[in-house]
């Protein structure tokens, strides 16, 4: 199976992976914004933020990771935390390989896979069907580049962006997790009351003395495997009709 | 300590992190326990980390409550991921200049 532009169809998802990705990518410039502000206290340069932010595509693990710079610690120690910071993408990327259609070439993987983040795995993982990667190159397209220069902006600018745009901006991203997760619910009862379990479980664990003092990296993971592992083990795929729409 | 060394460890455990599960699972994955862990799990993580970080991510937690709420419906009523993403941005926009 071969993924060209020359056909209508490939350069229509190519062009819808540009869309869905372009207002992730102004909720990436927000963030990114004040990771520059982050990375420049840790005594980066912009040049090297913006490179960091190219290659990690991580928000919580290059936070992580430029406070390992400040603090000038051992190379091991960036590597754990890097490690730990990011972990949640090793399950978005055992859930993805289950999208990809297995005739599709396998170079394609070692690109998808470059741009996992919370938001490109969502809106990857809500495509009907295998997964085109062409979808997901637009996507990064639009995304990664105003990750990265809204890094190097906030190293340069600082806290020139007014704060009411920037805490408008910050709820984009949240706003395309509630589009991802919410229309299945609608037609799952079982996917609207594990959501609201997820939302009261997450509600404590951020107040619960003792894993409140988790960073939201470990709490994101230590949620979802308890929570996932319920679900799988209640309501198992495959006897429930109902929860196989998508 | 070298910045670049620093910023090259990063990239590549984040890099290794999401290649090694998208390269060595190659086939449909067939214990039922397992899919329907991968499948349950885009959701519990999606649903964990936006709330309560949305209450939490705008200067006062009323207009992150309301983004919630107005994501939350539109969704609902079907609006794609761009107008859901515009709607929450706007309302707290427009909610904070009558909070703040």
New interface residues.
């Given amino acids: 199976m071969r993924y060209s532009l020359k056909t209508k169809s490939n350069r229509d998802i190519f062009s819808s992976g540009m ?2 990705g ?2 992730i990518g ?2 990436y410039f927000a963030v990114a914004f004040s990771l520059g502000i982050a990375a420049k206290i840790a ?2 340069t912009p040049f ?1 933020s913006t ?2 932010s190219l ?4 928000s919580a ?2 936070y992580a ?1 430029f406070t ?2 400040a603090a ?1 610690a051992a ?1 091991i120690e ?2 754990i935390i ?2 730990i910071a ?13 999208k ?1 259609n ?1 005739q599709m070439p ?1 170079f394609h ?2 690109f ?3 741009d ?1 983040t ?1 938001e490109l ?3 990857n ?2 495509r009907e069907g295998f997964l085109n990667p062409l979808y997901t190159y637009g996507a990064m397209l639009t995304s990664i580049p105003l990750w990265a220069a809204g890094t190097a902006l906030g190293n340069i600018a600082g806290n020139m962006l007014p ?3 920037v ?20 037609k799952s009862k079982v ?1 609207t009351g ?2 609201l379990i ?2 009261a ?3 404590a664990a ?1 107040n619960i003395p003792y894993v409140s003092s988790l960073s ?1 990296g470990t ?2 993971i230590i ?2 495997i308890v ?3 319920a ?3 209640l ?4 006897d429930n009709k109902e ?1 196989n729409q998508q | 300590m070298n910045t670049y060394i620093y910023i090259f460890i990063m990239a590549a455990v984040s890099y290794a992190i999401r290649a090694l599960p998208m390269t060595l699972i190659q086939r449909p994955i067939t214990n039922k326990f397992v899919q329907s862990f991968l499948y349950y799990v885009p959701y519990v993580t999606l649903a964990v980390m936006t709330f309560p970080a949305i209450v939490n991510a705008t200067q006062s937690p009323i207009s992150g409550t309301v983004a919630l709420l107005a994501g939350i419906i539109a969704a609902w009523l079907g609006a794609d991921l761009f107008k859901v993403a515009v709607i929450c941005c706007s309302v707290v926009l427009i909610a904070e200049f009558f909070i703040i």
């Fill in positions: 869309v869905d372009f207002p102004l909720g005594g980066l090297q490179l960091a290659l990690c595509n991580a693990g290059e990771g390992v710079i000038s190379y960036i590597a890097t490690l990011n972990a949640r993408y090793l399950l978005m990327s055992c859930a993805l390989s289950q990809i297995p396998f993987r070692f998808i896979a470059f996992i919370d795995f969502a809106i993982i809500s704060l009411r745009l805490s408008a901006f910050s709820v984009a991203l949240y706003g395309m997790f509630l589009a991802v997760i919410v229309p299945p619910a609608r996917l594990l959501i997820c939302f479980a997450s509600w951020t939201d709490r994101t949620l979802t929570l996932a592992s679900a799988a083990i309501f198992p795929q495959g929860a």
